[in-house]
């Protein structure tokens, strides 16, 4: 039988964990319909959160007080607050991590920031967008035997490629061979979207670690984020290319948050004379604000985190790139953002904008 994902069980399980009989619960889930969370797809059978299971025991209790079914409904209307947030829980935010020039160390800050945000306890589904050169397996230290490319030629379910990374996050790797797959069907691209849209409703978290550069893939990775993190470093050439990056952007009218993370630096006066010369530019030339997230030190623990193929964070000892790490991840956690705004998911929005465009060779590009 497979797993369903993290966090969610199918009526039987949750028929299991009550000692109730099955077709009890089918008979509650007729009924009390739209006092239960929706269901997620999840392969071979739909899954409810695990908070689903108070609200099957509520039901049930009423039912054994004899209520009539008004007062049932009325009273499973006015659940406590946490029964309630099952049923009305928000879509999952959508971080990418991005840059204009390779090398900047952008995968090793995507992997890192998710341990540190599931450190922080919550949901994170990390996504290789490295459609061509995936590698985030390799530095997470992980076997991935499945992959985005391999959903789509198997017709699988996204719960199977799934792969468990450090510490618990959930990870998804990228393809590779992608030349292969040009001519994908329409009917391949929107299940591939389906599928990646059901992450939405699982994780708190998705971050997704981008190829470099301004490919339609990277901009269609990019729209579809609430945040977009931008690395750059105090090369020159990594500057001018994180701001082609960011025009590119604003060329294609994408509307998501962005803000800068500077890498390799040397001290904290150099991180902000970056993300100032930035801002600036950003600010003058494309009239669009930019956040500063914070910045990272050039330090030989990351060579060896990679070398070892483990995280940083999770390198014994303390080190003060883990440190920038999780202040990001703090303030990521701790802002004003209101996902709950968000109505439709990110996905759907991007498999939508694609439908109405013509197939230039753009679409081939996003699988």
Do not use: W
């Amino acid at each position: 039988m497979k797993k369903p994902a993290n966090g969610h069980l199918s009526l039987k399980e949750i028929s299991d964990k009550l000692k109730l009989e099955l077709s009890l619960l089918r008979f509650y889930e007729k009924i009390y319909s739209s006092s239960l969370p929706a269901r997620i797809d999840a392969g071979d059978r739909l899954v409810y959160p695990a908070e689903s299971i108070e609200i099957f025991k509520t039901i049930h209790q009423l039912k054994s007080k004899q209520l009539s079914e008004e007062d049932i409904k009325r009273q499973l209307a006015s659940l406590p607050h946490e029964e309630k947030k099952a049923r009305e829980k928000t879509l999952a935010r959508i971080i990418t991590v991005t840059s204009g020039k390779g090398g900047v160390g952008k995968s090793n800050i995507s992997l890192n920031l998710a341990i540190a945000l599931r450190l922080l306890d919550k949901k994170v589904m990390l996504v290789d967008g490295d459609l061509g050169l995936a590698n985030l397996h390799l530095l997470a230290g992980v076997k991935a035997e499945r992959t985005l490319e391999t959903l789509i030629r198997m017709d699988l379910s996204l719960v199977d490629i799934i792969t468990s990374g450090p510490l618990g996050i959930a990870m998804i790797a990228g393809a590779s061979g992608i030349a292969e797959m040009a001519n994908l069907p329409d009917y391949k691209r929107n299940y591939l979207l389906k599928q990646l849209e059901q992450l939405e409703h699982i994780a708190d978290y998705i971050i997704i670690d981008t190829s470099s550069g301004v490919s339609p893939a990277v901009l269609d990775f990019i729209r579809v984020a609430d945040d977009v993190i931008i690395i750059t470093t105090p090369d020159l050439t990594s500057l001018a290319d994180a701001y082609g990056l960011i025009k590119a952007c604003v060329q294609q009218k994408i509307g998501s948050r962005f803000g800068i993370f500077t890498n390799q630096v040397r001290n904290l006066s150099q991180a902000a004379a970056i993300y100032q010369r930035l801002t600036n530019c950003s600010q003058q030339f494309l009239n669009l604000p930019l956040s500063n997230l914070g910045y990272m030190y050039r330090d030989h623990s990351i060579e060896r985190a990679v070398r070892n193929r483990r995280p940083f964070i999770l390198e014994p000892g303390k080190n003060r790139v883990s440190f920038c790490i999780k202040q990001l991840a703090e303030l990521l956690n701790h802002d004003d953002f209101d996902i709950s705004a968000r109505k439709t998911p990110a996905f759907r929005r991007l498999q939508n904008l694609l439908n109405e465009t013509t197939d230039d060779g753009r679409l081939s590009e996003v699988l």
